[in-house]
């Protein structure tokens, strides 16, 4: 193992963030004391980072006031001599919360930071500072890429459960020191409340973390701020997010169950009295925007998008994509024409585009749906389709036909090292894509690997469109739909790109860290 060794960050886990796991939280959810200064601004919901590069990164902060942020960083834990950021004032316009973005940093170090809240009127009055740590990217081939990636949180009315110690997940996760976790979609349910009690198969009862916004789907503004924020309550993701920086997408849970773009809700859907999917996820766009740290996404970015490129040095970039905001509409997904599909044509040409300039040994596609795995979108007539196979294995039709547009372009510029991971259909797998197999066949071989839930229901393995040619090498997943965190089934998935023979080894993982399924990738390779 290539992987540099990481002084220092173990001690801070122990030491300083150990704060982020005691944050206050709101009266009556079994909420650890106060340590904030009385009448002091205090930053009760943690720290996060996200979409570091070689010198920057992003440091987020909820405020429980209104307050001016302060960040400051050091090559070390005692913080001699920091560096000072002057943050945003942070006020309810964005519910008290703010990204400040540090630039010029050391390549390759670890940065260690603390947020300080300041009084508006009196900066002299600050709360107690947070803490957390992150590894700016590294210049150098050799020091290698570790990363983790999973999706789908608190679904299905699994909310946190005190009882198991809440989501232990990211406790798992964070044993592994990760360069960086990619969260691929779905990281609230904004349609799914959370009740105090649901029962268990074997009788016994799940108990939940409750809060006013996620008794009911969520509509508003406040209802959407809401959802992110009840997350925030867990002290595992709080300790995690100190530790390892984050690269956030969304999918379609952060609005609605499989919304698209124009969409009107039934009106036999009495939980909503806002029928306009575009009105919703307006509403919903601005609170994903104020909860993770996106540099597109930031008050004042000219790009105002979720899609971006991540670079992470030579051995690795990571293409985030956004199949949510820009696809047609659910159909049966048949039709012989469709330059729409999901990822809008812009979008298309952008990933074509920087695919082609990338330079980067590995190129991983950040897909927040799976390409060859039937995703139903269920109708009371027609069966429609939610991602981007539709069961007939024949030539490419609907949404395939721009998947096959790509992969012909990855074929034909001799793109290497491309590799996709998703998650969404809440199990775990690994698929092999072969055009000796397919109806198409004007592609490179390539792989897709599956991960996820990280606290919602599992559901049994989806059926695969052969139009790809795809092969399930591995799968774990239940027979019985729905099935709670308290039966397993719940899954994370580590990428670990070696700084001397640059070969990257995907594993599959189940929640308490066990691997289930390996894989090695050779570099250099138009397909694998």
Not at 147 to 165: K, M, T, V
Not at 345 to 369: F, G, N, P, Y
Request: proline fraction near 7%; hydrophobic fraction near 35%.
């Amino acid at each position: 193992m290539s992987h540099r060794p990481l002084p220092g960050r173990r001690g801070v886990l122990r030491g300083s963030l150990a704060a982020s796991a005691a944050l206050t939280l709101p009266v009556g959810l079994g909420a650890a004391p106060a340590f904030a200064r009385s009448g002091r601004p205090s930053a009760d919901w943690g720290v996060q980072t996200g979409d570091v590069s070689t010198d920057s990164g992003l440091v987020w902060v909820r405020s429980d006031r209104p307050a001016r942020m302060i960040v400051e960083t050091s090559a070390t834990e005692s913080f001699r001599h920091p560096r000072r950021w002057q943050g945003p004032l942070l006020d309810a316009g964005t519910d008290f919360t703010g990204t400040t973005r540090l630039h010029g940093l050391p390549s390759g170090e670890q940065i260690h930071y603390r947020v300080l809240l300041a009084d508006p009127d009196d900066p002299r009055r600050t709360g107690e500072p947070v803490t957390g740590t992150f590894r700016t990217v590294s210049r150098s081939r050799r020091d290698g890429v570790r990363f983790l990636w999973s999706g789908d949180l608190a679904g299905q009315g699994w909310g946190i459960n005190p009882d198991r110690g809440g989501y232990r997940i990211y406790d798992a996760m964070a044993k592994l020191d990760p360069d960086f976790f990619l969260c691929s979609g779905d990281n609230i349910y904004a349609d799914g409340p959370v009740a105090a009690t649901q029962a268990l198969p074997d009788g016994g009862t799940w108990r939940n973390v409750t809060t006013e916004e996620k008794a009911k789907v969520a509509e508003t503004l406040a209802e959407y701020r809401g959802n992110f924020r009840y997350n925030l309550l867990d002290a595992n993701l709080r300790r995690f997010n100190a530790q390892v920086p984050s690269i956030v997408q969304w999918d379609d849970h952060e609005v609605r169950n499989n919304w698209y773009p124009g969409e009107v809700i039934a009106s036999s859907d009495t939980r909503y009295t806002e029928k306009s999917i575009d009105v919703l996820a307006a509403r919903a766009r601005r609170a994903f925007s104020e909860y993770f740290p996106l540099s597109t996404l930031r008050p004042g970015a000219r790009e105002g998008r979720v899609y971006r490129v991540l670079r992470q040095g030579p051995l690795l970039d990571v293409f985030v994509l956004d199949m949510r905001t820009y696809r047609n509409a659910n159909s049966p997904d048949d039709q012989t024409t469709d330059p729409q599909g999901i990822l809008g044509r812009e979008q298309l040409d952008w990933l074509k585009r920087e695919l082609a300039r990338s330079r980067a040994v590995w190129k991983v596609i950040a897909a927040d749906m799976p390409i060859g795995l039937v995703v139903p979108d269920t109708t009371e007539n027609r069966p429609h389709f939610e991602a981007v196979a539709q069961g007939d294995p024949g030539a490419p039709l609907g949404r395939e036909l721009q998947i096959a547009e790509l992969l012909r372009f990855v074929k034909h510029r001799r793109i290497t090292g491309t590799v996709w991971l998703t998650a969404d259909v809440h199990h775990t797998s690994a698929q092999h894509y072969q055009p000796s197999r397919a109806a198409f066949t004007d592609f490179e071989p390539f792989w897709e690997f599956v991960s996820g839930p990280l606290n919602a229901g599992a559901f049994p393995a989806s059926a695969l469109d052969g139009t790809f040619g795809p092969e399930r090498v591995f799968v774990k997943a239940p027979t019985a739909s729905n099935v709670s965190p308290a039966g397993g089934y719940q899954f994370f998935g580590e990428v670990d790109i070696d700084g001397g023979s640059g070969e990257l080894t995907v594993r599959l993982r189940e929640q308490d860290g066990t691997v289930l399924f390996t894989r090695t990738l050779q570099p250099g390779r138009v397909g694998q």
